[in-house]
């Protein structure tokens, strides 16, 4: 794991220092106090979570790993109460509970869910591929979306178990990858990795439930290679969604409906080189960094708050194999 500094007065990345050596840490996040860093990880033919303490200058410091069964996850994700850990499997299809301590260490695996099933695509959806699990905006329900089943499942974690209380299924052969959730708490939109498609849901925080209100494309209509969804994010005021296409190489700006939140396309931008992974949008806001894991570049957009159109900008760094971007300071 690298550690860059972006300086806003600039807008260039410092060069990458190495604050943290882990096996295919392929995903990582943060508490919502930054204190804490979770990284998937991955030991031998296993794999489980490693908990770092994060100081005020950015500097990592193990806590603690949590390693057993097969294969590592691909997703990790922390409850604002800093009380548990959630992951996703693509591997194997499993949902998994860590309990935290006081601390920000990890306690053993406290619950697991086995998905199962399959969908149309053959080569990608051959069984349950779990891609996603994180917190609803009021903590109240895990939420696991399935590439493989083409699911989205809302868990109860009450009492540090997972007990299923809803499930949406979308388009066979969709392939969802990751959610991103609307500030009003009532809306989510779902990146689909096979399709390539955003889709829009409705939410009732009550009862866990989604419904699908739209699905968009995020690619070009004259555009027939191959290309896959990889990461979603909105800005912090609900008003834009951006949607990263993998070998069609760009990011893909909506504008969102202040009524029906749906979507309508604003921009598609070019992520200057090879399979973009991972960005995210800065504490300000004004500036996007984004990762290409094939091309091993880091690049910085300027963008506009008011039309939420993204400007590459001059002053990428090198970093090989970039797949998760995360800001350690709000």
């Known amino acids: 794991m690298y550690s860059v500094e972006l300086d806003t007065a600039s807008a260039k990345l410092t060069a990458p220092v190495l604050v943290a050596e882990l096996d295919n840490p392929t995903y990582v996040n943060l508490s919502t106090d930054g204190q804490v860093l979770y990284a998937v990880a991955k030991e031998g033919d296993s794999g489980g979570v490693a908990a770092y303490s994060v100081s005020s200058s ?8 949590q390693i057993g069964g097969e294969g590592s996850p691909c997703h990790v994700s922390v409850n604002d109460a800093r009380t548990q850990v959630v992951t996703a499997n693509y591997h194997t299809g499993l949902v998994a509970l860590y309990p935290v301590e006081a601390d920000g260490s990890l306690g053993p695996v ?3 869910v086995q998905h199962k099933g399959s969908g149309p695509n053959s080569d990608r959806q051959e069984k349950a591929h779990a891609h996603y699990a994180g917190f609803t905006p009021d903590q109240r329900y895990v939420v696991a ?70 699905a968009i494309s995020t690619l070009p209509s004259d555009f027939f290679e191959n290309s896959q969804g990889s990461a979603i994010h ?14 069609h190489d760009s990011i893909a700006v909506f504008s969102v409906d202040e009524t029906s939140k749906k979507l309508s396309l604003v921009q598609r931008v070019s992520t200057e080189g090879h399979w973009p992974r991972d960005f995210v949008l800065d504490p300000t806001e ?20 008011d039309t939420g159109k993204l ?3 001059a002053g990428e760094q090198t970093v090989s194999a970039g797949v998760c971007v995360k800001f350690l300071s709000k």
């Open 145 to 214: 979306v399935d590439l493989g089943t083409d699911e989205l499942i809302t868990y109860d974690p009450l009492n540090n178990e997972l007990n299923q209380v809803a499930r949406f299924v979308f388009a066979p052969g969709s392939g969802p990858r990751h959610i991103a959730f609307h500030p009003d708490g009532k809306h989510a939109f779902v990146l689909t990795e096979l399709s390539n498609e955003v889709v829009v849901l409705s939410y009732d925080a009550k009862t866990g439930v989604f419904e699908q209100e739209q």
């Open 311 to 313: 400007t590459a900008l």
């Open 58 to 65: 950015g500097e990592l410091t193990p806590l603690n790993k």
């Open 234 to 247: 909105l800005s912090s005021d609900g008003a834009f969604v951006y949607a990263g296409n993998r070998g």
């Open 110 to 112: 406290a619950a697991t």
């Open 286 to 305: 004004g500036y996007v960094v984004a990762a290409n894991q094939e091309s091993d570049n880091v690049l910085v957009y300027k963008r506009d708050k």
